[in-house]
């Protein structure tokens, strides 16, 4: 059998599919419905360095900043930085609650410490997290994708 260099099966590719993160992400209470995405940005005819993950989340409406823990937001968080994703997260993480108008994405994320005091700004639905934040905390992408009962409403505590 001739091997020739650099002609090798493909490893398979790291990181959780986007499909995936949605089926965790739903199993989470207080989370109506979910959407995860990879964006990629384009500068003139080439791809740039610059994508995203992008996950927006519809909650329950009786969701309040209360009701949803740090323990939450941090698998949220980590659920984003685990995607498969064929270029790097230059541009971070956004994330995006809406369908429970008691809830601020930016002070949880806050509160949670994965943007700083007054970087996100109040009344949006949606922040974005620095990939130099999620690499801090979580190391280089793809993070492990959190477990099925990692988190729970009820028990993850804040």
């Known amino acids: 059998m001739l091997v020739l260099p ?7 590719a790291r990181g959780q599919t986007p499909e995936d ?13 979910a959407a995860v995405s990879v964006e990629h ?5 080439d791809v740039s360095n610059s994508n ?8 329950e409406p ?3 900043n209360e009701t ?4 939450e937001i941090d698998a949220i968080i980590q659920t984003a930085w685990s995607l498969h994703a064929s270029r790097e997260l230059a ?18 994320l806050q509160r949670s410490g994965w943007v700083e005091e007054g970087a996100a700004v109040p009344g949006r639905t949606s922040t974005i997290i620095p990939a130099r934040h ?18 729970r409403v009820s028990s993850c505590g804040s």
Do not use: H, W
């Not at 650099?6 to 398979?12: D, L």
């Not at 940005?41 to 005819?45: A, D, F, H, M, P």
């Open 6 to 12: 650099g002609c090798t099966p493909a490893s398979p």
């Open 21 to 33: 993160a949605e089926e965790y992400l739903r199993t989470l209470p207080g989370i109506a419905a």
């Open 41 to 45: 940005s384009t500068s003139g005819l």
């Open 52 to 59: 995203r993950a992008l996950i927006i989340l519809t909650l």
């Open 62 to 64: 009786e969701s309040t």
């Open 68 to 71: 949803i823990t740090d323990a």
């Open 91 to 108: 541009n971070g993480v956004g994330v995006g609650m809406r369908g429970a108008p008691d809830v601020s994405v930016g002070k949880l």
């Open 134 to 151: 999620l690499r801090e905390r979580l190391g280089e992408l793809p993070a492990a994708a959190p477990r099925a009962t990692q988190c």
